[in-house]
């Protein structure tokens, strides 16, 4: 079972991962177990008799499922991940091999407002203009999205799709030619790689997590860009490619809040009183009818 607790990634883990069965404050070196208990205080005697049970990191509510770990940053409130997903997750989640996944690598980039990026990521209208170059890897415009609750199953298909054209059905290899995703709302996307991509001799497939995570005002976010790998990275060409992987990822998402810094100015002025989105936006829309939903407004 997950356990987590209140624990800022500057504070007692500034890696963001890895195994340890001690935390250390970087401020005053008071240690605390993986199970979040207080351990060691130093100069103790300071402090006089200081009870550590009750001096512990503050526990969190979260579940874990097929290797993704859902939780809620307010301490006490229910968590009912079911309720939550609003579909069962067994099949879709096992899919795309978390619970297996090696992990690679991250990146953080500095967005604007959260909405703006989470529409970026759950669209490839815009590969065309923006990214032209990724037409050798999805082909622009096709984007396959069905709503689960309020998140969503998603797939992009290879230019190499049109093989299929020329092939029984029965002998299909679909992974070859979909990359299967899932977007958990508000502002996560989980992809997997196709298999036996264009990585040479590397067996394994990546699995590519983008978080934004709303700031202190509207015109602020962060973007957690996470590289895992179905099998683990061991010679160093595959950590390389690891790293190409997470920097490509990185400039993909810098070209991306280059306009979205625009495209926000431009909303911000007020000059722009609707946002039209066509059939191959679709999960732009589902995302709006769930705000709208959540918010209480009526769906436009």
């Not at 002998?171 to 996307?189: A, C, R």
Request: proline share 5%; glycine share 8%.
């Amino acid at each position: 079972m997950a356990r987590a607790y209140y624990c800022r990634e500057d504070g007692l883990t500034p890696q963001g991962c890895g195994k340890a069965s001690r935390f250390s404050c970087l401020f005053h070196g008071w240690t605390y177990d993986n199970e979040g208990m207080l351990k060691g205080i130093a100069k103790q005697s300071q402090f006089g008799e200081l009870e550590r049970s009750t001096r512990g990191l503050t526990e969190l509510p979260c579940e874990e499922r097929d290797g993704v770990i859902i939780g809620i940053l307010t301490p006490g409130e229910r968590l009912n991940v079911d309720e939550w997903l609003g579909f069962t997750p067994g099949k879709i989640l096992k899919s795309l091999d978390l619970e297996k996944a090696h992990y690679v690598g991250e990146r953080r980039l500095k967005g604007p407002n959260w909405k703006l990026c989470a529409e970026g990521a759950n669209e490839n209208y815009h590969l065309r203009t923006l990214h032209p170059y990724w037409k050798t890897v999805f082909v622009p415009d096709v984007y396959y999205a069905q709503q689960l609750g309020h998140h969503m199953l998603q797939a992009v298909c290879s230019p190499n799709i049109r093989e299929l054209l020329n092939q029984p059905e029965d002998q299909w290899d679909t992974e070859v030619h979909i990359s299967p995703g899932l977007f958990l709302f508000p502002s996560t996307t989980i992809n997997k790689t196709y298999k036996n991509g264009a990585y040479g001799d590397f067996k394994g497939r990546f699995i590519i997590s983008s978080r934004n995570l709303p700031g202190v005002a509207p015109d602020d976010s962060t973007y957690v860009l996470s590289v895992l790998s179905t099998v683990p990275l061991q010679t160093a060409e595959e950590i390389a490619l690891g790293d190409k992987i997470l920097d490509t990822l990185l400039d993909v998402n810098k070209e991306d809040v280059s306009v979205l810094r625009g495209i926000e100015a431009a909303l911000s002025s007020g000059a722009n009183q609707e946002v039209v989105f066509g059939r191959n936006e679709l999960a732009c829309q589902y995302i709006h009818r769930s705000l709208s939903k959540l918010l209480g407004r009526d769906e436009q």
